[in-house]
């Protein structure tokens, strides 16, 4: 069963875990090694957490004792994101069934 209109993963990052950690998304940034604008676009649900931030945020938020949200947590998140987004959007696919040639 598929979660009803997820949040996008950003909107996590921008309101428990930055808040959390006492940072400035500037600060956050500088630790993951990206650009603020980059960060704040994913923290305000205007681009996709990619694979390479995935990692990123799997280093950065990792416990030594290996707990801490995954690079595929983060990657889940999005696509549930996508998906549902996608699947709601007014649009129609225009797409028939697969069948064999003979």
């Known amino acids: 069963m598929r979660m009803h209109n ?3 993963p950003g ?3 921008c309101e428990d ?3 959390a950690l006492g940072l400035s998304v500037a600060e956050a940034a ?3 090694g990206i650009s603020r604008v980059a960060l704040s676009r994913v923290l305000h649900g205007h681009a996709s957490i990619s694979v390479d931030l995935a990692r990123r945020l ?4 990792r416990k030594p004792d290996d707990t801490g949200p995954s690079a595929e947590t983060w990657l889940r998140g ?5 998906l549902w987004q996608a699947e709601h959007r007014e ?4 797409v028939q069934p697969a ?3 003979v």
């Open 58 to 61: 799997q280093a950065w938020l």
């Open 30 to 32: 500088r630790q993951l």
């Open 11 to 13: 909107e996590t990052l």
């Open 78 to 82: 999005q696509i549930a994101y996508d």
């Open 6 to 8: 997820p949040p996008h």
């Open 91 to 94: 649009t129609r696919l225009d």
């Open 17 to 19: 875990i930055l808040p």
């Open 99 to 101: 069948h064999a040639q």
